[in-house]
């Protein structure tokens, strides 16, 4: 007989409150137009080379506002 885990019976995730900055980030979605922003900072961003991959421009950006008004 195969053991059932709580995973399996129930998902706990639909009884969780979003936390500060996942609210933060619904908001920023609502409120950056994120294809005029990216055509307008990608020329500027990084590209791959024989090093390390530069992070994604869209999570940089998220991040680097996330810093800024949390004040990290």
């Given at each position: ?37 990216l055509a307008l900072?990608?020329?500027?961003y990084p590209k ?9 421009l869209s999570i ?13």
């Amino acid at each position: 007989m195969r053991q059932l885990t709580l995973a399996y019976h129930a998902s706990f995730e639909q009884f969780g409150r979003k936390g500060k900055q996942e609210l933060f980030l619904d908001r920023l979605e609502q409120v950056v137009h994120w294809p005029e922003f990216l055509a307008l900072v990608a020329p500027h961003y990084p590209k791959a080379g024989n090093g390390r991959q530069p992070a994604g421009l869209s999570i940089m950006f998220s991040i680097y506002i996330l810093q800024q008004w949390f004040g990290f």
